[in-house]
């Protein structure tokens, strides 16, 4: 599987600003996937990020809240932009297939961010 | 009805137990089965994905889906210790797009 890394691995922000999630991946991938992990439910998907295109958003989930930068195809950052409480989650950094294997099914994810607004 | 449903747990089980842990879906469509271990504070690892109905064992571990039913099963043979953790599963209507969650199911193994 792909070593997928993310920084910062835990946070703890103040009402209405911002954070920067990095997420670096040791092989070149063609879908990164960003997915939120609120306590104790569901994962679920805000965008996918594709090398050289705009993020696509689920519905619930908007650009200008969760800008997603992906500039080439190692590494992917998604900004959650004027926070609040409700935004105190873990974010994952995930991709699909095995590297050297394309489009396998197989979704992996980072260790995660753990973040707390306050 | 959420589309995929888990019971949360906590189940807590005696070391060396069968563990036997569920999901019930309620779409159809679904061809794609996965399970994922996740220790707290840690992300999600892959343990099985299976394709439609059937069964796929690695280790001490199996995978069973009933697409009939809209059920799918992770057995643990021999459970241990180091098997505590949230067990999630996803699924998805096509291969590597759109995989939806299970809430999870924590799980204890007792020494």
């Known amino acids: 599987s792909a070593v997928i890394s993310q920084k910062p691995s835990r946070d703890i922000c103040q009402r209405g600003t911002s954070l920067t999630i990095q997420c670096q991946v040791d092989s070149q991938v063609t879908m990164m996937f960003w997915y939120r992990q609120q306590p104790g439910q569901s994962l679920t998907l805000i965008a996918t990020?594709?090398?050289?295109?705009?993020?696509?958003?689920e519905s619930g989930f908007v650009i200008d809240k969760f800008p997603i930068s992906r500039p080439n195809l190692t590494f992917s950052t998604l900004t959650v932009s004027n926070m609040s409480p409700e935004d105190s989650s873990i974010y994952l950094c995930?991709?699909?297939?095995?590297?050297?294997?394309?489009?396998?099914?197989?979704?992996?994810f980072g260790e995660g961010s753990r973040l707390t607004v306050l | 009805q959420k589309e995929v449903e888990q019971d949360p747990g906590p189940l807590s089980v005696p070391e060396g137990a069968i563990v036997s842990l569920n999901c019930t879906y309620s779409n159809s469509a679904f061809q794609y089965f996965m399970w994922y271990r996740q220790y707290s504070r840690k992300g999600p690892e892959l343990l099985m994905y299976?394709?439609?109905?059937g069964n796929k064992e690695d280790g001490r571990f199996t995978a069973q889906v009933d697409k009939s039913s809209k059920y799918i099963s992770l057995f643990i043979r021999d459970s241990q210790p180091s098997d505590s953790a949230t067990y999630l599963c996803?699924?998805?209507?096509?291969?590597?797009?759109?995989?939806?969650f299970g809430p999870g199911t924590r799980l204890s193994v007792l020494p």
């Open positions: 995930s991709v699909e297939g095995v590297p050297g294997l394309t489009n396998t099914g197989e979704l992996f």
């Open positions: 996803a699924m998805s209507e096509r291969h590597g797009q759109n995989f939806v």
């Open positions: 990020a594709n090398q050289g295109s705009e993020a696509t958003y």
């Open positions: 299976t394709y439609s109905s």
